[in-house]
């Protein structure tokens, strides 16, 4: 990644500060980046979920969600 001077100032001191390369240190923020993103979506799909289930029976929501899969494009087949 190309950065301007003052960034890239910026993220080798935070890199040093870290005893990390500047490389080193982008790829474990990014890295946390994506596993806080994917726990956050998990916790909303269980919330969605949860939700779901106390508002219909288990063969609706299978029903539902089979339908889902049918129509939507690029998903895995069961």
């Known amino acids: 990644m190309a950065f301007a001077s003052a960034a890239h100032a910026a ?6 500060r ?3 390369t500047p490389r080193r240190f982008v790829d474990l923020a990014v890295h ?18 949860q939700h779901l289930l106390a508002h219909t029976t288990p063969a609706r929501l299978i029903a539902a969600v089979g339908h889902c899969l ?9």
Do not use: M, V
């Open 70 to 78: 049918i129509r939507t494009s690029g998903a895995a087949p069961c």
């Open 32 to 49: 946390q980046d994506l596993a806080q993103h994917a726990a956050a979506e998990a916790g909303r799909l269980e919330r969605a979920l």
């Open 18 to 20: 870290a005893a990390q």
């Open 11 to 16: 993220l080798r001191a935070a890199a040093d």
